[in-house]
């Protein structure tokens, strides 16, 4: 089958991409083949993956009418979208700007998951985002806190994540405790100086209305009417869980983030996450997002070392389940 798709030549160069990686890309995925006459494609192949093709290159062209640099995740996302039948929603997503950084670009969800996951923190009390690394949990919180901060609809925000060592020890770090404690928050104020600008975050910071702080911090604290964050919730314990969640007050919202896969707890001790999302789990105010590989939006690299690990720990559990399993 043959199938003609106009490309506006103001759009052209953004959606096949340099030395046209893009349509590149899109033959190999879909087996079909493109030829680029004059501001037309022409796209030959069987009649599914034709209209495939034709569908993933309107949703780019559209991305591009709207005013985004169009990247290979987009590509990606396209492809696995019009996989699953859903690719109608692709400009759906990109409609949904949560904020603007300091330099005026729109943060705003790119994947199906991410807009799930948006979606979920407007409606609950307490969202657990769950997913591996780059899927954009951390940053869309607090993109959401800080705009929830500037409508007046929370008096503050608190930003929080345990202090556990990746490795190293806290006591062979210089400085004093919070020169020590600084560098495993460094995440959060990067995100913060990045969507609100570093001199409105110290000088909210000074009056108390933004506070970024270990979660040992949160023992002993009612936390009414703020929008509370707490990050890398898979090296919590149980306890340090239970006592997070009992500090909530009234009129707050929490977001909880978490990737299963990468703890740094002692060998053998219970993840607070783990245990948290098997206990929590029938409760109707709180909503659960578990973000895939398909949802990461760092470089393209990174989605696939995300997906070589998940199929290399699947394999492995696989594996395990097999030698445990009794013979008969």
Do not use: W
């Amino acid at each position: 089958m043959e199938n003609m798709i106009d490309i506006p030549a103001e759009h052209e160069k953004n959606v096949c991409g340099q030395f046209d990686v893009n349509l590149k890309k899109i033959e190999r995925s879909l087996h079909v083949t493109m030829v680029d006459r004059d501001g037309a494609l022409k796209i030959i192949g069987p009649e599914e993956m034709v209209q495939r093709a034709k569908s993933v290159f309107s949703n780019l062209i559209e991305l591009s009418r709207r005013g985004n640099t169009i990247t290979a995740q987009n590509v990606d996302h396209a492809l696995f979208l019009s996989v699953t039948g859903d690719d109608h929603q692709i400009v759906e997503i990109d409609k949904d700007i949560i904020c603007r950084t300091i330099s005026g670009r729109p943060v705003k969800p790119k994947t199906m998951g991410q807009k799930q996951y948006v979606d979920a923190i407007r409606e609950k009390m307490i969202v657990f985002g769950i997913g591996p690394a780059g899927t954009g949990k951390t940053y869309l919180a607090m993109a959401m806190a800080i705009q929830a901060f500037k409508n007046g609809d929370v008096a503050r925000i608190i930003l929080t994540r345990p202090a556990i060592e990746a490795g190293e020890k806290l006591g062979f770090l210089p400085g004093d405790l919070q020169s020590k404690i600084d560098p495993y928050l460094r995440p959060l104020y990067d995100a913060l100086y990045q969507i609100m600008g570093a001199e409105s975050y110290l000088h909210n910071s000074e009056k108390g209305l933004i506070e970024v702080a270990p979660l040992a911090y949160m023992r002993g604290r009612t936390l009414d009417n703020a929008y509370i964050i707490l990050d890398e919730a898979q090296n919590t314990t149980p306890a340090q869980m239970k006592m997070f969640l009992t500090r909530i007050g009234f009129g707050s919202k929490v977001i909880i983030t978490g990737d299963q896969t990468q703890k740094d707890l002692p060998a053998g001790a219970v993840s607070g996450l783990d245990t948290a999302l098997k206990v929590l789990k029938k409760i109707d105010d709180i909503g659960f997002c578990y973000l895939t590989s398909s949802d990461v939006v760092r470089h393209p690299l990174v989605q696939k070392i995300v997906q070589a690990y998940e199929d290399y720990e699947t394999k492995s559990s696989r594996t395990g389940d097999r030698r445990r399993r009794p013979e008969h």
